[in-house]
């Protein structure tokens, strides 16, 4: 596969042919370096291709419509979590029972990746994103007419289902296409696209819930999907990254990856992950809204910050890989999620909470691109699979977090379960970075 250097568990075929080209007008000491001050963060740096010819146009155009594409995604997946409390008013039902427009979304998320990755590995990714962003599209239109709460929760299910296409997929047509090396800190600046999606949608349905017509966001991110949609299948006629394995069949290469020890501790770890943090994350508005007084519009502003944490992240990460190192990373990216969650539970107000969420996206973010960066390495040959069952187990784990994390807000509150959430995640951290310590060191002897 294109950019591969690190092999992992016999899983990678060994590298052919390299050559660094200079696109978009920076190096790949540009990206090494962290010095992107002259390009936008969407404008990232694709290096050691070997694919003939370069068309350094196309791949600045389809890096940017990805990253347009997953900020769709992930607002569509968050644009949820602020309206929850009138979408029991609106309809007459509990908390948790209202939570399945979310637990709905996650679960459709996660499973349809048994599809999308052997298809983009077949048919070529930028054109299954293409075609899945057109659909998701339709089913935000259903979303935004549809009248009653079953209808809603089935139009929330299919957009999960095609949502979940764009940011797996896009993630693994990045680790064809650019070197391990460098690949951390081009993950990070191509996630500002969905770390500012997550924050726009949590706070475009927190303002849209203390309005009559609280639907009309599920309208703005059809467009946008649709849009994206149109420009991504067009540039998808010049992809430069090839269909890595014509023959991909997800249960079988699933099977055969799920061997490997190092891949069960990685889609393991995200898994629970995904289970604590976003069982948490969905219920802050609500906690806000309820036992802190503040109106849903407030509250669903108060997660902004969690994703400026991670822009933060995403602007300095070269320079935080080198200093800290994976390893150092995850602890640290750990410690920071955790504190940020117990500030977070304990606010007087929205404003301390709002500090907190700054905190504990910096510290999520530092974390979770760590796992991203090993899932991209798990195996090159079907990096397509590998990263669909790496994204299935995340959004699985968030599925199951916010279903819980919904019985248990009803039972004893919405504090404890956000603090619960922050204590939980302290070992899940420590145990990966340990783990990938030893990895490494294996690695290492080995090379040698």
Not at 189 to 207: E, S, Y
Not at 392 to 403: D, I, T
Request: aromatic fraction near 8%; include cysteine.
């Amino acid at each position: 596969m294109l950019g591969d250097r690190v092999p992992q568990d016999g899983l990678t075929q060994p590298p052919a042919k390299v050559e660094t080209e200079r696109l978009l007008g920076i190096t790949s000491d540009c990206i090494a370096g962290g010095d992107w001050s002259s390009t936008s963060p969407f404008s990232l740096v694709v290096v050691n291709i070997w694919h003939e010819p370069l068309q350094a146009g196309v791949l600045k155009l389809s890096i940017v419509l990805l990253s347009l594409a997953a900020f769709a995604s992930a607002a569509s997946m968050r644009v949820t979590d602020a309206l929850l409390p009138r979408i029991a008013s609106d309809f007459d039902i509990g908390i948790a029972t209202a939570a399945a427009v979310v637990t709905g979304f996650s679960v459709a998320y996660g499973l349809m990746q048994v599809l999308f990755g052997p298809l983009g590995d077949r048919f070529g990714k930028l054109r299954v994103i293409g075609y899945a962003s057109g659909v998701a599209a339709l089913a935000s239109v259903a979303c935004m007419l549809v009248q009653g709460f079953h209808a809603l929760v089935v139009a929330r299910i299919v957009a999960g289902a095609f949502c979940g296409c764009i940011i797996p997929l896009a993630m693994a047509w990045i680790g064809d296409v650019v070197a391990y090396q460098q690949r951390q800190a081009v993950l990070a600046r191509f996630l500002l696209g969905q770390i500012t999606g997550l924050a726009a949608g949590t706070a475009v349905g927190g303002f849209a819930a203390e309005h009559a017509t609280w639907r009309w966001p599920f309208g703005v991110l059809a467009l946008w999907l649709a849009v994206t949609a149109v420009l991504i299948s067009i540039a998808a006629r010049s992809d430069p990254a090839p269909r890595s394995n014509p023959e991909s069949h997800f249960a079988r290469d699933a099977a055969r990856l799920f061997r490997a020890p190092w891949v069960r501790v990685v889609v393991g770890t995200v898994f629970t992950e995904g289970m604590l943090v976003f069982g948490a994350l969905a219920f802050i508005p609500t906690h806000l809204h309820l036992t802190r007084g503040a109106n849903l519009s407030t509250a669903g502003l108060a997660l902004v910050p969690y994703a400026l944490g991670g822009v933060a992240f995403a602007l300095f990460a070269g320079r935080i890989v080198r200093l800290l190192g994976e390893v150092r990373l995850a602890l640290v990216g750990t410690a920071l999620l955790a504190s940020g969650l117990v500030v977070v539970a304990a606010a007087p107000d929205a404003r301390w909470a709002a500090s907190g969420c700054l905190i504990a996206g910096l510290g999520f973010y530092g974390f979770h691109n760590t796992l991203q960066t090993n899932a991209t390495q798990m195996a090159p040959a079907m990096r397509g699979v590998a990263m669909a069952m790496f994204a299935s187990l995340f959004f699985l784990g968030q599925s199951v977090g916010v279903a819980v994390a919904g019985v248990l807000v009803q039972r004893i509150g919405t504090m404890p379960v956000i603090f619960g959430a922050a204590l939980a995640v302290i070992p899940v951290g420590i145990t990966f970075a340990r783990l990938r310590k030893s990895h490494a060191a294996r690695e290492a002897s080995l090379a040698t």
